[in-house]
Structures are given as structure tokens and as C-alpha cells.
């Protein structure tokens, strides 16, 4: 069976569970369950802390496991990002009070307190510079006030926090993480790893992508498919009413509002949008 491994806690657990769960495999109930086994599927799944499952998946404890970016690289485990899942995003911001410095360059033999030191170091020697990282377990916003480090390198959302402990964010971004499905390095791929991906990507394009429908006269269907030409080209069907065609056409779901009001001025009528539960593209 393919072992995977899944965040068991926060917001990280949640979105993958979900994931999981539109792509057809089976979940847990209760966070009170470490694991669970799927055998119509051919999976075994393991809810560990999300700072341990690269480690698990590096060493080839487990096959597959899904993480953030930022905690894969954190821990420098022997493992390596096959699809990103686009949820759990998230900055990797340099921080301080206003004045203390401009750019990483300014960082030269300061104290940088963080909850990830191994991206930190990394970046730090990628800069050519030297500094003492201070590692704290969980939020550091105040590292500074408490005299432990002149600066700090956090995980930036609003900036809210940071602005009520006094500090403001400074530099280029250090690192932009997402939630990302990984397996060891260099290995042969396991059994079952290709339908997990094929499902992921299918759940990803129907979060993505909208199936729109609409009626056209056959003379305007060329106009209508520089709007929405689709992944690879329109379903075109004809019609009772002569001269008509109807087309079916994926479109980004974003874009959906945008593409009715497009191909109702090139002569589009009756336009559906349905949502995409799942696909294989």
C-alpha cells in the first residue's frame, strides 16, 4: 500500500484532509486517530506533526506525505516537491523596529530570532552573510522587546502582529511556501503515487475551472472561441433551432463573469456556468 503522510493539526490539516477527500480517498473522523488505512484505494494515511512528515517521507519511513513548502526546506530532509496544492500560503518576511535595517545585508553579525532556522541559515549564507540565529519554538514576535534578538524572520500574513509589537517588515521576501506533496528524493516511484497525483491535479483544476454552456449562431462560434477557447478546444453540438450550435467550454473560474459578459457581446445566449467536482485532463 502507498503510506502517506498528513498534517494532524491547524489549518494545514484541515485543507489536505479536504483535498484528500474530494480526490476519493477515505479520512479520518476524529483527530483522535493517528492513522487510517483505505484498501478500496490501496493507501495507508498518517496524521503526524506537520514539522515531522518531511523528515518521515526523506527517510523513507513513509512514501508520500504533504507539507508546507517552508517546513520541507526547514528541515533539510532528503525530500523533493512533485505538485503544489495551492493552499496554505504563506510569506517568509525579515522584520525589526523602524530603522534597525534596510536589507539582509544589514543583518551582518545581528541576533535573527526564528521559528525556522534551517531556511533562515540558508538564506543568510546565499547573502554571504554572517549572523547568530536565534531559535524560538512558535511565535516570535517578541524576541525583540524581550532582548533576546535585534531582529526577527517570521511567517507574514496582514502584518498585524507585527505592527502591535512595534515592528515593521523590511527587505525582499525570504521565501513564498504553499502546501506541496513530496517523497523522497532520488527513489523509484511507489505503487499508487500516480493515480494520488492524477486525483490531486483533478480536484485542483475543478476548484480552478468552471464548465460553461452556451447557445451561438454557427457563424459567431469562431468570434465566441477567441473568448473561451478552453483547455484544448470547445465542444460544439448542433441545434434544433437551424443555424445554432451549443458549446460546452472549461473556463477559469475566476475569469467566469468576465467570459458571459464577452460572449453575450459576440451574440452568446442562454449561458450556464456548473461547477467541475472532478476531472482528468
Given at each position: 500500500?502507498?503510506?502517506?503522510?498528513?498534517?494532524?493539526?491547524?489549518?494545514?490539516?484541515?485543507?489536505?484532509?479536504?483535498?484528500?477527500?474530494?480526490?476519493?480517498?477515505?479520512?479520518?473522523?476524529?483527530t483522535k486517530d493517528l492513522s487510517l488505512t483505505d484498501p478500496d484505494n490501496g493507501v495507508e494515511f498518517y496524521y503526524l506533526r506537520p514539522r515531522d512528515i518531511a523528515?518521515?517521507?526523506?527517510?523513507?519511513?513513509?512514501?508520500?506525505?504533504?507539507?508546507?513548502?517552508?517546513?520541507?526546506?526547514?528541515?533539510?530532509?532528503?525530500?523533493?516537491?512533485?505538485?503544489?496544492?495551492?493552499?496554505?500560503?504563506?510569506?517568509?518576511?525579515?522584520?525589526?523596529?523602524?530603522?534597525?535595517?534596510?536589507?539582509?545585508?544589514?543583518?551582518?553579525?545581528?541576533?535573527?530570532?526564528?521559528?525556522?532556522?534551517?531556511?533562515?541559515?540558508?538564506?543568510?549564507?546565499e547573502n554571504g552573510v554572517e549572523a547568530s540565529v536565534v531559535k524560538l519554538d512558535g511565535a516570535v514576535e517578541s524576541a525583540v522587546q524581550l532582548g533576546v534578538a535585534d531582529v526577527i524572520a517570521d511567517v507574514v500574513e496582514?502584518?498585524?502582529?507585527?505592527?502591535?509589537?512595534?515592528?515593521?517588515?523590511?527587505?525582499?521576501?525570504?521565501?513564498?511556501?504553499?502546501?506541496?506533496?513530496?517523497?523522497?528524493?532520488?527513489?523509484?516511484?511507489?505503487?499508487?503515487?500516480?493515480?494520488?497525483?492524477?486525483?490531486?491535479?483533478?480536484?485542483?483544476?475543478?476548484?480552478n475551472y468552471v464548465m460553461m454552456d452556451y447557445d451561438i449562431r454557427a457563424e459567431a462560434v469562431e468570434a465566441a472561441n477567441a473568448v473561451a477557447p478552453g483547455l484544448e478546444s470547445p465542444t460544439v453540438s448542433p441545434l434544433h433551432r437551424e443555424g445554432w450550435v451549443a458549446v460546452?467550454?472549461?473556463?477559469?473560474?475566476?475569469?467566469?463573469?468576465r467570459i458571459m459578459d464577452q460572449l453575450w457581446e459576440v451574440g452568446a445566449r442562454a449561458i450556464l456556468t456548473t461547477d467541475i467536482h472532478a476531472c482528468r485532463i
Open positions: 500500500m502507498l503510506r502517506v503522510a498528513v498534517p494532524n493539526k491547524g489549518s494545514l490539516s484541515e485543507a489536505a484532509i479536504s483535498i484528500l477527500s474530494e480526490a476519493g480517498y477515505r479520512q479520518r473522523r476524529t523528515v518521515y517521507v526523506g527517510e523513507g519511513t513513509l512514501d508520500v506525505g504533504i507539507s508546507g513548502r517552508d517546513l520541507v526546506l526547514d528541515s533539510h530532509a532528503d525530500a523533493e516537491t512533485i505538485l503544489e496544492l495551492g493552499f496554505g500560503g504563506s510569506t517568509f518576511r525579515f522584520a525589526g523596529r523602524p530603522g534597525v535595517a534596510q536589507s539582509v545585508k544589514d543583518l551582518q553579525g545581528k541576533r535573527i530570532a526564528t521559528s525556522f532556522a534551517g531556511v533562515l541559515t540558508d538564506h543568510l549564507a496582514t502584518g498585524t502582529t507585527l505592527r502591535q509589537a512595534g515592528l515593521e517588515v523590511f527587505g525582499d521576501v525570504i521565501l513564498k511556501s504553499q502546501a506541496v506533496l513530496i517523497t523522497r528524493h532520488g527513489v523509484d516511484k511507489p505503487a499508487g503515487l500516480d493515480q494520488l497525483v492524477r486525483r490531486l491535479e483533478g480536484v485542483l483544476v475543478a476548484r460546452r467550454v472549461m473556463v477559469v473560474r475566476a475569469d467566469a463573469q
